[in-house]
């Protein structure tokens, strides 16, 4: 099992706005954009990125978490990132103050810095399965209590500070889990 954490993620201003445009119907405008701008910045020290992850063959992977893998796989890897719990309370504060745009725009922020976190863990397991001459099959959740025991097997979240309490739902709140598959890269004639 391999356990990362603290480790830096970039912040993707765009994106954001783009979030914020299609989830809130919002207009972008130049002073949206210096709020995403100051809000990145203000909340960069308070997100905490976090992960572990483990490989395994396919011999040593349970039922629950093949059920649905691609053919010819040979690993999965099951993953867990957080950015920590500290700008749920960021969040909680502008929704008590009334701050419903402010709230948007926070929420906004930390699922870019989730997909960020959850990015580059994904990164890191595709670089590991090139070594072994490898590509990742696409990312999936994990379903069902029967899954979510296996997963919890292997994976304990307790290493980075995230309990898993329902299905799809963590504490911290910006947290998720996922399992890739490996596949051998189909190698080509050389003449």
């Not at 997100?47 to 796989?73: C, M, N, R």
């Not at 040979?74 to 103050?97: C, H, K, L, N």
């Not at 670089?127 to 999936?140: N, T």
């Amino acid at each position: 099992m391999k356990k990362i954490k603290k480790f830096k993620i970039h912040l993707r201003q765009r994106e954001i706005a783009r979030l914020l445009k299609t989830t809130t119907k919002t207009e972008v405008t130049p002073q949206l954009e210096e709020a995403i701008q100051r809000e990145c910045l203000r909340l960069q020290p308070l997100i905490s990125p976090a992960a572990v992850y483990e490989t395994q063959p396919k011999e040593k992977t349970p039922a629950e978490l093949s059920a649905g893998a691609p053919d010819k796989w040979v690993a999965a890897s099951s993953y867990i990132v957080t950015i920590g719990g500290e700008v749920e309370g960021e969040i909680r504060e502008a929704q008590v103050r009334g701050e419903d745009i402010l709230s948007q725009l926070l929420h906004a922020v930390t699922m870019e810095a989730l997909e960020q976190t959850d990015n580059f863990v994904q990164r890191l397991i595709a670089d590991e399965a090139k070594e072994d001459g490898c590509d990742l099959a696409g990312s999936r959740g994990i379903e069902g209590n029967d899954a979510w025991a296996a997963f919890s097997q292997i994976l304990p979240g307790d290493k980075i500070g995230v309990q898993h309490i329902e299905e799809n739902q963590f504490q911290p709140m910006y947290s998720a889990a996922g399992i890739v598959y490996w596949i051998p890269v189909k190698k080509k004639n050389q003449r």
